[in-house]
């Protein structure tokens, strides 16, 4: 069990381009940006944030596990690896966090390939199509979910 109030938000490939990549699919804001609003809402949910981006799904497994000894949940928009990792569904399933999938863009609207996520089997919601607010949902649903967990 975690010994402190912490959420782990992880970005996938090409996450690290926003706010110069296809601005009209993703939006104008930065990577900075979203993670300055993880951490705001974070704090006013009295938690913290372990913020990260990597454009290699292997890192990806390894700070999962690592989110597995010290966080109470997990944020992940996982970008490509949503459609093609298995890796990240399996590492995800055996830290046994409560997670909350996250896309920019309603994929759903896109290609056809966007719409299977191996990640939301393992989720305890997918939120898609807010832009940066979704970040923000998904700390707020986590952040209830760790109210729960203390009441219980």
Wanted: glycine share 10%; net charge negative.
């Amino acid at each position: 069990m975690p010994t402190t109030d912490r959420l782990m938000v992880l970005n996938g490939p090409n996450l690290n381009l926003l706010g110069q990549r296809e601005p009209g699919v993703y939006g104008g804001d930065t990577l900075a940006t979203i993670e300055a609003l993880c951490h705001d809402r974070a704090r006013a949910h009295g938690l913290a944030v372990d913020f990260h981006q990597s454009n290699h799904e292997g890192e990806l497994v390894e700070l999962v596990h690592a989110a597995g000894a010290r966080c109470r949940g997990i944020v992940v928009n996982a970008g490509a690896y949503t459609h093609t990792s298995v890796a990240l569904l399996d590492a995800l399933r055996a830290v046994r966090l409560p997670v909350v999938e996250v896309h920019l863009s309603n994929v759903f609207q896109r290609e056809s390939f966007r719409h299977h996520s191996y990640i939301a089997p393992v989720a305890l919601g997918v939120i898609s199509g807010f832009g940066k607010d979704g970040y923000a949902f998904a700390i707020d649903a986590l952040a209830a979910r760790t109210r729960e967990e203390r009441n219980t």
